[in-house]
């Protein structure tokens, strides 16, 4: 049910009398090539959807599986709900008659006959099992399960990119795609339960298993090309390719090579897309999506975004600072920047182009913010869950470690966008324009399953335990407010929950295909021994190098599969380099975030100039200049340890208290402005000397940095004139 639906969302008197701005801001947006469909077909697809969410939340808290069974349904569901609902082929308009492409639909159903064959094949495997039969002949897997699946998938790909229907009806070559995923699933569940789970990788696994690996693989890049576009697909193809060309490249990339049926007997298992990423997102991921759609569905996120604008709309360049307190906390539990961009940039962009923000600026800010959200503890997107299953330290303990760096970067963006608003006299918006304060002030226990959340945690109950009661209490907290959550919005939050999940699920299991790459070719040790040479020569070179590697890795990608490819690759390496586990993954975690406000390939900022109508490179280099503050904060963290809490209280403090002050003169630096004045460029030069002498965090250096910035406040007050900008 919607708002305008609701009669008791329409009768609140508040709504007009104090300015409520948001409305549905949190409101996932609509892929163009998202199927909507009517009638009994769309009721049936609700109740998958909802008994998908319902099926994790009974497993992670009532009645547990076995592991991999687990998480091969958990790739199951997904991959049958996704190519449900995401065509592979843009919609024909309404002129162009109800299909396109006529012949698409006769070979599909061809392949259909294969599909079914292999998918009855499986029944007929579990049966011998359960015979006793050890062992199932190879020329029956390989001829009547092998080749018919392989080539029902290949077909219903290949179908799936010409087929085009209208956007409510279905497709047949996805209804063949759909088939192959049960069949790939249900092979494995029938394998994967006896003993002959423990020969994969081996000479005697099942020859069966490489074919549903080979067709699984597949289905997962292709519902991932319709989800997230070509990138992670191209990267992974060629992750897949240097599987095989490994024995014919020279230097460290060489490698004697695997065989075919070696390496996709080992890729579906924990080695690779079954591994940590699958891990975290069929078990934190789906837990906080869930989480997530619950404050969507009670409005909470429409909350946050208010009380934001009640809070800071008033000063100078409101809008932007609102933009950073709402998108980066909406950004921390949706765990996607682009996504972000496009639900809470719909409101706070065209806001801040009305108070004097260009089109660029608008735009970047939103970006910059929407990118923090994924660094901003207690969730930090979903990286901070990857990052405990790969590291095994405490979620806690990423948690606690993750609070200053965070400070840090949003202090740094707050500060460009207030020098900015400065220095062209920005106004902020009116009392008239914004929502009561005192109204919003009233609703703050709309906050309470974050902060249910945050203590559950630090009692030390489970993340999936604490991620529960959160969301048990965003439906309790729900019967205080306007947006009450019956039997029917829970429903609705359950269903929304697993259409949020598809794409960042498809994206774990694709970044595992990768991370398995990595693990069976052994290039990522291969890759520490290059960073180990560079290091002989400089540490700090070896840092950088690492930092270009995860950006570029992580360019185009989302967040969750940009660092768990760079944590496979770079993270190793920066370990044997000696440095604290801890510390090289969250150096890692930051360089893979900031790649989506990174040019050339920026995935946030792009997102942000479609809204802002700006071009998207200029926005991409001013959402990095805004940001710029990410891509110094890992080395700061690298050189100074007190900076990830890893310190006693006194060396914490003052870490923070320098670095805040060194990242407020880096603002001033490459923003122009200080001291209630703008700039010159050696004013600017000795404001970013000040700032990095600062941040490095030595007693000397802070001395030294404090110097310099008293010569440059000195220089401005000596040159301000009374024309310079008032500060509001």
């Not at 099992?129 to 390989?142: A, C, K, S």
């Not at 579906?268 to 069929?282: F, K, N, Q, R």
């Not at 403090?653 to 001291?675: D, E, K, P, Q």
Request: hydrophobic share 55%; charged share 10%.
């Amino acid at each position: 049910m919607t708002d305008k639906q609701n009669p008791e969302h329409n009768a609140a008197p508040e709504a007009e009398d104090d300015h409520i701005l948001a409305h549905d801001v949190d409101q996932e947006p609509v892929e163009e090539n998202r199927r909507f469909f009517e009638g009994k077909l769309a009721t049936f697809v609700s109740v998958m959807a909802i008994a998908y969410s319902a099926f994790h939340l009974y497993s992670l808290n009532i009645a547990p599986l076995e592991t991999w069974s687990f998480r091969i349904v958990h790739i199951a569901g997904a991959l049958v709900l996704g190519f449900i609902l995401f065509a592979g082929a843009r919609f024909v308009s309404a002129g162009e008659g109800p299909v396109r492409h006529r012949w698409t639909t006769w070979i599909s159903a061809v392949a259909m006959v294969p599909a079914l064959y292999a998918l009855y094949q499986t029944f007929s495997f579990h049966q011998i099992i359960l015979d006793g039969t050890p062992r199932i002949p190879g020329d029956l897997e390989t001829w009547h399960f092998g080749w018919p699946l392989l080539a029902a998938t290949g077909m219903g790909i290949v179908m799936s990119w010409f087929h085009q229907t209208g956007r409510s009806r279905f497709s047949v070559p996805d209804l063949v795609l759909i088939v192959c995923s049960v069949a790939v699933a249900a092979y494995f569940l029938v394998v994967y339960n006896t003993s002959m789970r423990m020969s994969t990788g081996t000479s005697f696994a099942p020859v069966g298993i490489s074919f549903a690996a080979v067709a699984g693989t597949a289905l997962i890049m292709e519902l991932t090309r319709r989800l997230t576009g070509l990138a992670l697909v191209v990267i992974g193809l060629v992750f897949l390719v240097y599987v095989f060309a490994g024995p014919y490249l020279p230097g460290f990339l060489g490698y004697p090579g695997l065989s075919v049926q070696r390496f996709f007997s080992q890729v579906y298992t924990d080695a690779g897309i079954l591994g940590p990423t699958t891990a975290v997102s069929s078990t934190y991921i789906i837990l906080f999506i869930v989480f997530a759609a619950f404050l969507q569905a009670s409005k909470v996120g429409d909350y946050f975004v208010n009380f934001a604008f009640a809070a800071a709309g008033r000063t100078r360049g409101g809008p932007a600072k609102v933009s950073i307190f709402a998108s980066g906390l909406m950004g921390m539990i949706n765990g996607t920047s682009a996504g972000n961009v496009v639900s809470t940039g719909s409101l706070t962009i065209p806001l801040m182009k009305k108070v004097g923000y260009s089109k660029q600026s608008a735009g970047a800010v939103e970006a910059a913010a929407s990118t923090g959200g994924q660094i901003m503890p207690p969730i930090m997107g979903a990286g901070a869950f990857i990052m405990a299953e790969i590291t095994g330290i405490p979620y806690t303990e990423i948690a606690i470690a993750a609070v200053i760096p965070a400070i840090l970067y949003f202090a740094s963006v707050y500060f460009m966008v207030d020098f900015e608003a400065a220095k062209t006299g920005m106004r902020g918006m009116r009392d008239d324009e914004l929502p009561k304060l005192r109204t919003m002030i009233k609703q703050c226990y709309l906050f309470v399953p974050i902060i249910i959340l945050i203590v559950a945690l630090f009692m030390g109950y489970s993340v999936i335990r604490a991620g529960t009661l959160a969301t048990v209490s965003a439906a309790v907290v729900s019967w205080f407010s306007p947006n009450k959550m019956g039997i029917r919005k829970i429903l609705e939050a359950l269903e929304i929950a697993s259409y949020m999940a598809i794409q960042i699920i498809v994206v774990c299991a694709a970044a595992g295909v990768i991370v398995g790459v990595i693990s069976l070719t052994g290039v990522g040790a291969r890759f520490s021994v290059l960073l180990l040479d560079v290091a002989e020569a400089s540490q700090l070179l070896a840092l950088i190098f690492a930092m270009f590697i995860s950006i570029l890795l992580g360019m185009g990608m989302p967040t969750t599969a940009a660092y768990a490819v760079a944590a496979s690759v770079v993270a190793p390496g920066l370990v044997q380099l000696g440095i604290d586990p801890l510390t090289a993954h969250f150096f890692v975690f930051y360089f893979a975030v900031v790649s989506a406000i990174t040019p050339p390939v920026a995935l946030a900022s792009y997102a942000a100039a479609g809204i802002s109508g700006a071009n998207a490179m200029e926005t991409s280099v001013a959402s990095f200049r805004i940001g710029i503050a990410a891509f110094i904060v890992p080395f700061m963290f690298f050189y100074n340890g007190a900076l990830l809490m890893d310190a006693g209280w006194f060396d914490i403090t003052r870490a923070l208290v320098t670095a805040l002050f060194g990242v407020y003169m880096l603002s001033g630096g490459v923003m122009g402005w200080f001291a209630r004045a703008a700039a010159k460029p050696w004013t600017r030069i000795l404001l970013i000397a000040a700032a990095f002498l600062m941040i490095e965090g030595g007693l000397w250096t802070d001395l030294t940095g404090i110097a310099l910035a008293v010569v440059a406040f000195l220089a401005q007050r000596h040159r301000r004139s009374p024309r310079s900008p008032a500060v509001v």
